[in-house]
């Protein structure tokens, strides 16, 4: 416990901090990550306050000493926290006071709380987005990789998880490719959005010294300088931003792992995984378990119940600050780490499957799924209504199910008596799996020319999102 | 009750669909509402089959007639419903094949229900945000407008909802401009996230025909095409980034809202809302109920879930199409709907509210809201460490309420005891209301010259806001 | 439009209701479906005003008749609904007094639109929970049933979707009965959370009248009073409870319904369902597709956020009333739809599903389902410490997947030379699939005993529940 | 790093559990506060081992010594973790057997970590559920003191956050009881719904020895056995209850935190709080700011979103256990944190919080608070229709506003001017906030008489509630 001298609001306050307000308001038990910007900030403020001669030229030299020094304190492990002095602000600044007596107090000079800490968060966003970007990046590379030596190569595409039709494996692959690649847009924006200066805003209402914003805006190498000092402390639309953008992400990688868990199963068998990816049981040896998939798939409930958390925690304040945002800092640092580490376990997981062509085949052939090219043929060949195509074909299905045949194995005779088109030399070609991918020679489509070209101009929007991110980085 | 030949996927089925699915997987309840987007799909995909000739001049042309036929038909009210015809698409389709027969029936070639609906969606989401930014602009107008006719009167800024520092009107207000202006440039984000081509995609893989999706894009006026169709057909990014635009938007407009209900309250009294925007009770004669803030904030709490319910519907879905994702509208729509009226009931209540200055005025003294700047005035002037000055202020704060005086009402003996700085001439300076807001000098502040400034880069924003909403509306 | 005359709380108003208030104001739109709870609230009302000697007996017996009237005018269709008497309860007595004149204007007395809409929803939901308990029954019912017919046949248990041991087809589906039993359970609860009177609660703080609540609740037919007055007219506890009730419920839906839609894919094939509870496609005449499963899965997320609506929505409201709550209706009505068609939608398929037994055993040997029963041969018979056996198996398992045979089929030799307890005879018997799900013969187990005890069980459960569910019919 | 055949299931693998796997796999950073449970759990099976003679009594008395050692390692810091072994099961099985060797291997016969874990956060909650009990019993008794000696003050009860009657404050303080006294109910229901065996259910299906599980519920002292493996180990619904009851709890305290917060204000002034439990500003000597209210309403979107995260993460998982349940944990430890400490803090603030009744009357004049008292009696002694009285009163409170009037300072010519009614002696008993509070005389009211009714039947009430929760302390 602390004299009630060193708190720093403990001007007016008669009776000490009792003990639930102590525990129930500290956030150094998590806030403590942010000591990087904390202390990015506070220099950047520093330099400020020399330059608008709040601080001697000595005083600041001595700070900026000191709060790199506490800074390698921190990271070799030799930073004591303490539960009284709250957060990691507190933190610091009683350290620095420690270390340098009256200069140190001077820091706080032109600043608040409010201000200090929604910077702080800013500067960690842009940290953590950058990280993010580049891992995203390197994942959007794997899939290209994969989808490159997989455009031979067929697989049941699905519909109420239904063989549909034959696709080509890099045209599977190469649909999260532009799914995560509006993600990384995705996240470009919110790093857009964040990409602010809000020190000098004060509590709200802005400070009573000269503060040259300018001047720290360029220390701190942001884009934008805030309008409006409320608002400024106010809004944590960048941290809503940031939320959403990782919800979205792990929404695209709930949905891959929900086909990597279904696509590993013994029933399914199209692809498998390296034991390093897996694990296995403590009570069954012969279990080979897709736990990465299944981990990222549960972690996508997390991510979106963070953003649920600081949407309802948002709701109905009233400006400028409250308290409440003290716990904004949870969901956000939560979020973060679980989308860096689940790029990771998707890259990998992309980067190591092997396809098993021959069970692919199978299921193919057991769904039928060159029914609709059939019809197809029809309409285009022999000119009947597709209504009609479809009914003929619906048949023709019904028959090989009952006979437990497949639409290359049933029997001539069987086909010309339920249409006799089906009787012609066409019918083979017509259900041809290879055929029937580059029957979808649209654009965007699964033939083997437009995968190609697919490849082409993923690369190439690649090469586009390189240089935003190179753009970024060089900031 | 249809025979089930009238059932477009009626073929291979031996028995009528019973009673239950057609209960649990209708959809023309909510999704009538997609009625124009999806005559106005099908007019450009008429088109297209026209040009790559599998539809007739003559066919086409009947098409086309029957299409706007039946347009009028469902607007004034002629159209009828049957809920064995599932959803919008199939009860147009079914009465274009009432109308014309054949040709009605080739309309479904080279398209699947799954790019059709993809397509429908997306284009009622071009359509309906383009509503929404221009609402938003009307909202923005009204705030700069209210803004210039209050940049000199004086409230109280709060933090915790405690009286923190003087702010002009303005500035709280303005603070509203540039949260609802992020607001905009989200739905501009959105906007270009959804404006897309993805019709030709088929049910996933792309369709067997040749069809020209550039021509369509043309028709469509759409920005970009999906590059890849398993992607397009199971994508509801759009879907996500308007909601999440709309959560955004909420969460602003339910803080806002929460204000207004507080400073309407007979204990505050700093603004009033007219009759017209307020009710009374059945029971109790006096009460005039700021209902509308309290509605739209309770609709912050509806927007929120409906994003949640599209996170958590698309979570783990396999690709590419699932039936759960019928009901991806319910929530789109009734979001579009809650944000439209929303924006009408902000822009309205700051129109028509009145704000009382005296009021506001006895706030800030009762709250001791210059307590700050006097020790802002220590120490710049003083030469005193903040950290000592913020002690002296709390001590003179104490005297104050225990004596049940503001700080310019405190007798200047009782303020030497505490501080002789407190009895010079500049302690009346330090303690001013307005002297205190023209301190915040700084940019973004709540200084009667920054107010200005604010005012003009608002304007100057607003009109760049407008070229980005009549670009958006000109295409 | 109505004159301001008409309005209820019209008296102190100068301006007519603008018309942004009477949009986002009404409620008649969705909150129409409580006319009958509105109705039995208004003559229990009546009845006690009677008694009071609020109304004589002629004016109750005109109200008495002219409600009456008012149900069936809305029954037939023949009411007639305006946007500007905003709700169901300001149209029902509207058109009170339009019949009967002034005494329709007293039955307000004693009585505030807080407390008779809090009535009016707790009447709804005990009316709403009775005929979703019956459902459930009926579900519980069904599932008993197929279990009984289900107690020999044999099929994989899985956990991370892969093939783990053997279970009886029964003891899968009992493990639903179980978890919807809770579902019956957890509505019971919700049940008796909501049977309060809260009439005589006023705006708030009760009464001016000699209001007999207990006579009220008598007349109601509820189980208690509440008590206090603002709680009764600010909690939504009651309302929460069900939305709860009904996510678990989904939740358990949610899972069974993936199953079917896994277990009904070409690749699994373990179970199907007749053309009646399957659709097809509307391009692929092959496909028969699991909608009411994917649709159900997918209401799960719709009840889900229903929930976290209401949450959210009454987060931080003080009490007592606040308008917000006017929208609690929209999230409970559409959770209780959704419940009850779902309901329907899992007892129709489980009843109609059939089981393929050659399917799992297939999957049941390619999974090595008994490896884990190997193991404890070894470990029970041979006296291998657990983890030591475990390896051996996995190495087994290993040999069988280079040579793609199964635990039946690998040779002796083989067999051999991982370990010599394998070369016996009791290796066939250690790898039985009947004889692996009878070895598990604890209580709750698979064996084919505990399955008819489990059914007993079951029964005997099924039959306390209904006992409860007539207690609950017949107050 | 470890050796592979370290790892529990090292058998079948032939490379070693790659980085990404070990560090997205890991739950130790957080599973380990189950440490007391799965160390109970344990010592139960391993008594059911010895039982069944699978462990000799030197075996067992062995590991049970072991395990005692092994808690009170952890307990007293001198435990090693490591990421490489996963989680606490492992982290303690390795520590046994690196103890005791063999033996310790043979504790994990007939168990699979399945029914382990299941176990363990069963007893955790039951052990965590009477720990909120108890202190939701201490929150009751705080309130039923705060209100005994509150029953004469009065205080503005609220409609809107309106002025809107007259109300007791220990009417306003046990709205709270009854309130909070549901939610005891609810975590008692939750507890039962809890209190369960399920050791025994091995991974799914049951295990191969003659597990004795009335005798490991014995042990344990449990009150139901699973009745069925799959369910037992797939069901979450125990995790679900107990993070409904506290969301629930929460919203409550959510909205008392709102009106601590609104009654604080400088603008109300109703309550205060002692330094104790507020907090100052950092850069504002003059604040006092109600942090552990906000921070608690904070802490209301966090269990919400906790609650939100299970239902998330369970939507559509097929049985038994998938690895996505790992973090189930995660919500659950973090929302029993945050209902412990909320719980202390709403107790103190009750505790601690002091009502100024002149404000509150100050406010109630200003409100009209007895306008409807007015009405009621023109309705009931001047025979006028409520309607009509509603009206007059209406007048009357224009009067007053135009005038900056209170009802008893408006003039007798005034009052006259609307209704001659309001000229009589009996006016002034009408407006009167005591007689007011005292004609609301129903049961439940806010009459002084119903009052100390209301005290008694709540003292009753915790009496009964004292007894469950001892029965559930003394199993």
């Known amino acids: 416990m602390i004299k009630k001298e060193d708190k720093l609001w403990g001007g007016r306050f008669k009776t000490r901090t009792s003990s639930i307000m102590e525990r129930i308001g500290e956030s150094i038990s998590f806030d403590k990550e942010l000591y990087k910007q904390d202390i990015r900030g506070s220099l950047a403020h520093a330099k400020n306050l020399l330059k608008i001669e709040i601080l001697?030229?000595?005083?600041?030299?001595?700070?900026?000493?000191?709060?790199?020094?506490?800074?390698?304190?921190?990271?070799?492990?030799?930073?004591?926290?303490?539960?009284?002095?709250?957060?990691?602000?507190?933190?610091?600044?009683?350290?620095?006071?420690?270390?340098?007596?009256?200069?140190?107090?001077?820091?706080?000079?032109?600043r608040s709380r409010n201000d200090q800490v929604a910077q702080d968060v800013r500067l960690y966003i842009k940290d953590e987005t950058k990280e993010i970007l580049k891992l995203i990046y390197s994942l959007l590379e794997v899939i290209i990789e994969k989808s490159k030596s997989h455009t031979e190569m067929i697989m049941p595409g699905y519909t109420h998880l239904q063989v549909a039709q034959p696709i080509r494996v890099s045209h599977y692959l190469l649909s999260y490719f532009w799914a995560v690649g509006r993600d990384l847009e995705q996240f470009l924006f919110a790093y857009s959005v964040n990409d602010l200066l809000v020190l000098g805003s004060g509590a709200l209402s802005g400070v009573n010294y000269p503060t040259d914003r300018k001047f720290i805006q360029e220390e701190l190498k942001l884009k934008n300088i805030s309008e409006n000092s409320i608002d400024a402390v106010a809004s944590r639309d960048h941290v809503l931003n940031l939320l959403f953008a990782i919800c979205q992400t792990l929404i695209h990688f709930s949905r891959i792992s929900e086909e990597i868990i279904i696509y590993s199963t013994v029933e399914f068998s199209f692809i498998s995984l390296p034991d390093s990816l897996t694990t296995g049981s403590s009570i069954m040896p012969q279990k080979k378990n897709p736990d990465i998939a299944e981990l990222i798939r549960g972690k996508s409930a997390r991510v979106i119940s963070n953003l649920n958390h600081m949407l309802v925690l948002l709701k109905g304040l009233p400006l400028a600050y409250n308290r409440d945002l003290q716990e904004d800092k949870i969901s956000l640092f939560d979020s973060v780490e679980q989308v860096?580490?689940?790029?990771?376990?998707?890259?990998?997981?992309?980067?190591?499957?092997?396809?098993?062509?021959d069970k692919m085949i199978n299921s193919l052939n057991n769904g039928f799924a060159t029914a609709t090219d059939l019809a197809d043929f029809l309409v285009s060949k022999k000119n009947i209504p597709f209504r009609e195509a479809h009914e003929y074909v619906g048949k023709l299905v019904s028959a090989c199910i009952e006979k437990k045949l497949t639409l290359p194995e049933i029997s001539l005779q069987d086909r010309k008596e339920i249409s006799e088109h089906f009787a012609t030399d066409e019918y083979m070609d017509a259900i041809s799996l290879e055929k029937s991918a580059d029957k979808k020679n649209v654009f965007g489509g699964t033939s083997f020319e437009r995968q190609n070209e697919q490849i082409k101009n993923a690369e190439h929007k690649l090469k586009f999102w390189k240089e935003k991110i190179l753009e970024v980085e060089n900031e």
Chains 1, 2, 3, 4 share one sequence.
């Not at 580490?341 to 098993?356: C, L, N, V």
Request: charged share 30%; glycine share 6%; hydrophobic share 35%.
């Open 340 to 357: 860096k580490i689940s790029i990771e376990g998707i890259r990998e997981m992309i980067h190591e499957m092997k396809f098993h062509p």
């Open 56 to 110: 001697t030229t000595i005083e600041f030299e001595q700070i900026q000493k000191a709060l790199i020094e506490i800074e390698q304190e921190i990271e070799s492990g030799n930073f004591q926290y303490k539960l009284e002095l709250e957060d990691i602000h507190m933190h610091i600044e009683s350290r620095l006071t420690e270390k340098i007596g009256l200069p140190g107090k001077k820091l706080h000079t032109a």
